[in-house]
């Protein structure tokens, strides 16, 4: 059993009821895809490894026809916690070319994923890496009662 | 100022507008080539992104697919399939192509090849 096909059956045990198809490649030194159908019509996971490359992880859009892999790991136990994450949340992964949209919007730090491990971020910066990929930025509490309040600055 | 590039959107639909548009091709190489020349085409036209296969992780153009994302199509020796992020680009021997989402295996391109046959 190779990583990748370790990957998805502990995805088979995490998920049971969700969709794991792998998808292997036809020539000894290709690449294998392994996908991970969420439920509530999200994006699907895709997870491509190449043994001399690492694990690319991304929720594929219906127009990502010939564009790399979002965030790349190192190893199979990385992997399967993000995917699990992204499962479980049901967000998505971050292209490349947002985050150098990001660098030039002035935001600094260059990966999205170095902006999440941050102790501290202020709402400017958070909005100004919403805006350089394309979205708006949203922030609401939520309360022990289950009710939420978006809040305004 | 520069206008933006087009969305990946507008890029790929216009690239299987001008798939669709193309003569048929004869066989599997004329096939693949098509693809090839035609998204580079669109890229080209349509984005300020050069060409550039060594950045294609994080450049954000769109890339033809490669033989090292060739996949096995069960029951079908005779069929090439690659596999992009999202999609399943298939061609046929008679230079057929068929595009499919991976997310819900819907056909979003159906091009016969010369015997007006599809894959």
Not at chain 1, 64 to 71: K, S
Not at chain 1, 75 to 80: D, H, I, K, N, Q
Not at chain 2, 9 to 16: D, G, K, Q
Request: with cysteine; charged share 30%.
């Amino acid at each position: 059993m190779n990583s990748i096909e370790k990957i998805r059956d502990d995805l088979v045990g995490r998920f049971p009821n969700l969709r794991i198809k792998l998808d292997p490649p036809a020539l000894e030194n290709g690449s294998w895809d392994l996908d991970i159908f969420r439920e509530g019509g999200l994006d699907f996971v895709n997870v491509e490894w190449r043994p001399d490359r690492g694990f690319g992880v991304t929720t594929p859009g219906p127009d990502d026809y010939g564009t790399g892999v979002d965030e790349v790991y190192g190893s199979p136990e990385a992997t399967f916690r993000r995917v699990v994450h992204l499962v479980e949340t049901g967000e998505s992964t971050v292209p490349p070319e947002a985050v150098r949209l990001a660098e030039q919007a002035g935001v600094g730090p260059a990966s999205p994923s170095r902006v999440e491990g941050r102790d501290d971020l202020t709402v400017s910066t958070l909005a100004r890496v919403a805006e350089a990929m394309g979205a708006t930025l949203s922030i609401k509490a939520r309360f022990p009662d289950g009710s939420e309040r978006e809040l305004e600055f | 100022m520069d206008q933006p590039d087009p969305s990946k959107a507008e890029r790929f639909a216009e690239f299987l507008r001008r798939l669709a548009a193309a003569p048929p091709a004869s066989n599997f190489d004329e096939a693949y080539r098509q693809i090839c020349d035609t998204l580079n085409g669109v890229e080209d036209d349509m984005t300020s992104i050069p060409f550039d296969p060594p950045n294609w992780m994080k450049d954000g153009r769109l890339y033809p697919p490669q033989m090292d994302k060739m996949k096995v199509v069960p029951g079908r020796p005779d069929l090439k399939r690659f596999r992009s992020k999202g999609h399943s680009t298939t061609i046929g021997p008679n230079g057929a192509i068929e595009i499919r989402r991976i997310l819900d295996d819907q056909l979003v391109l159906d091009k016969p090849g010369v015997d007006s046959r599809g894959v």
